[in-house]
């Protein structure tokens, strides 16, 4: 069958130069995004092609694929009920508890 002939390995959904690295918390960010998703940082950033290669590198090893989930805003469901700094800690601290656990 034709389809079982092709190369079962899919190719990279994202390229180093759409990613960058957190200064602050070491994560992996699109480059499109203006703060880190995970600890909001809004400085630097590591864009080196080597790094973040490495990086995404460690993600795939750890997750299989990288997924916009992974790089991205996770939807924090508090965050319709309320705004204000108080809702922002929260949807913080509930991303920062996901991260760890989903280290496990």
């Known amino acids: 069958m034709p389809w079982r002939d092709s190369d079962s390995r899919e190719a990279p959904a994202y390229a ?6 957190c200064d602050l918390c070491g994560a992996l960010n699109l480059a499109s995004n203006r703060e880190c998703f995970v600890c ?5 950033f590591d864009r080196r092609s080597e790094i973040v290669s490495n990086a ?4 795939e090893r750890k997750h299989g694929r ?10 924090c469901p508090n965050a319709s009920k309320q ?11 509930t991303r920062l ?4 656990y989903s280290r496990r």
Do not use: T, Y
């Open 40 to 44: 909001r940082w809004h400085g630097n």
């Open 83 to 93: 705004s204000g700094p108080m809702s922002r800690l929260q949807c913080f601290w």
């Open 56 to 59: 995404m590198e460690l993600l």
């Open 66 to 75: 990288i997924d916009l989930a992974l790089v991205s805003s996770l939807p």
């Open 97 to 100: 508890v996901q991260k760890f």
């Open 16 to 21: 180093p130069s759409d990613l960058k690295i």
